[in-house]
């Protein structure tokens, strides 16, 4: 069975791209084991098997986006003859939503599955792994990251974290979000509170409003509550499941 096998299982279509990565150095993917600092503990080694832990940043078994490691999850297990165990631990079990990130650069996780535009705090960069405002349709982006160099631009980015990064996933088109009231010109963003990600975000505030930072789990208490005016996700396939457009009807 070779690596790359077991790396491009779970690679699916992309533009709202779920996002696989796993503890590296140097870009390249190293033994677990030598990776820790003496104070983690290394993946469970025993019978000729490996154990991770792999943290997301989604609720546990959302449609969707939190479907997407299950599977990535029981493919390497299949694949492996069982040697290869991941363990998936959904928003908050191991560590935070947005957290997962920092928890595998530092070696707390093994893998994390997400989107890259929520670390756009360390980079702009990492924005242009998941969607930008006008960017590429899942199959562009697709193409573009596996043949038209878009993986060598990540492994190195991603390579300043200690991290190696790959496709896992993908949802499709991402849309404008849900509203609490509409919305009829650019004026209409002047202090809108939104959560929105990304360089999305930076678009929003460059119009007046307020992008807002939230994780999924936390979206539908704050459209409640009035913290936020509206909400964008992912489509309305997984958005359904939130039930955004009982609080904000507008799309």
């Known amino acids: 069975m070779k690596r790359r096998d077991i790396l491009t299982v779970a690679a699916a279509a992309a533009t709202g791209a779920g996002t696989l990565a796993i503890l590296s150095k140097d870009g390249k993917a190293v033994d677990h084991a030598q990776a820790r600092s003496d104070t983690l503990a290394a993946p469970n080694l025993s019978k000729n098997m490996r154990q991770f832990r792999m943290a997301t940043s989604w609720p546990k078994d959302f449609p969707g986006l939190g479907i997407m490691p299950n599977r990535f999850a029981a493919a390497l297990r299949d694949m492996s003859g069982g040697r290869l165990d991941v363990k998936v631990y959904a928003a908050g079990e191991l560590v935070g939503a947005l957290e997962c990130f920092d928890a595998v650069s530092s070696g707390a996780a093994d893998m994390y599955h997400a989107a890259e535009y929520y670390w756009q705090g360390l980079s702009n960069g990492f924005s242009f792994f998941t969607a930008v405002p006008a960017g590429m349709t899942a199959a562009e982006i697709m193409a573009w990251i596996d ?13 300043k974290f200690n991290i190696k990064a790959f496709q896992s996933g993908n949802t499709g088109h991402q849309t404008g979000g849900w509203y609490k009231r509409k919305i009829n010109s650019l004026e209409d963003f002047k202090g809108l509170k939104i959560r929105m990600p990304g360089l999305a975000g930076e678009v929003i505030r460059r119009l007046g409003g307020a992008a807002v930072k939230l994780s999924g789990g936390e979206i539908y208490q704050s459209l409640q509550s009035g ?25």
Do not use: C, H, K, M
């Open 147 to 159: 043949f038209g160099g878009g993986q060598e631009l990540w492994d190195e980015l991603s390579a």
């Open 227 to 251: 913290a936020i005016d509206a909400t964008e996700w992912v489509g309305p396939w997984n958005d359904l499941a939130f039930g955004f457009y009982r609080e904000a009807p507008y799309y």
